[in-house]
């Protein structure tokens, strides 16, 4: 698919969503991207992912959503990285169920969130180098989903984790001021 056919299937601004990604084929990179959904009445999602081969998301910062920051719902297989972005003041930061896929999530910020930092439903996430702040689950993981840590900062949650999904942590995160643990990592071994 050339450049033209994929921009065509990027949608912008489209009942309270900011960006809409559907280009099954597509290799799309959103790089210094800033948006406010706010305003009489929020905005939806930020970005949402509906089907995309490889996504980079760098530099961006995503604000005040009534859902999700970044909704990566895909129906085909994606491979997704964010790198260096801000969201805050939205109901999830970030929602993924990409069972096919996977998604890295390097030097994050996540604040101030309704629900959860990271809403894991379906698929394996990394998160390494971010800050998950403020928000009333840092990290969600649902049954069958994984998520991997390596230094992060997860502070000033109610609650740090939520299983019953599996939650491995390099045993170099800091997880200190949330209310409560909530599901308690695993440690495994790093080489």
Not at 4 to 15: D, N, Q, R, T
Not at 28 to 47: D, K, M, Q, Y
């Amino acid at each position: 698919m050339d450049k033209e056919a994929i921009f065509k299937k990027l949608k912008f601004g489209i009942a309270g969503e900011s960006l809409i990604i559907n280009a099954p084929e597509g290799l799309v990179t959103i790089r210094n991207f800033s948006v406010n959904g706010s305003g009489t009445t929020l905005g939806i999602n930020g970005i949402r992912v509906i089907a995309v081969k490889k996504l980079h998301i760098e530099n961006c910062t995503l604000s005040n959503f009534s859902d999700k920051g970044i909704d990566i719902n895909s129906t085909t297989k994606t491979d997704v990285v964010l790198n260096n972005v801000t969201i805050h003041n939205a109901n999830d930061a970030i929602s993924i169920m990409n069972p096919s896929g996977s998604v890295v999530i390097n030097g994050c910020q996540l604040q101030n969130i309704n629900n959860a930092g990271i809403n894991l439903t379906g698929g394996e996430v990394t998160v390494n180098n971010s800050v998950i702040s403020g928000c009333n689950t840092g990290m969600a993981v649902q049954n069958g989903a994984t998520i991997h840590l390596s230094g992060n900062t997860i502070t000033n949650n109610n609650t740090a984790f939520q299983g019953p999904g599996k939650i491995n942590s390099a045993g170099n995160n800091l997880v200190v001021g949330n209310k409560t643990l909530g599901s308690a990592p695993s440690v495994v071994k790093t080489q």
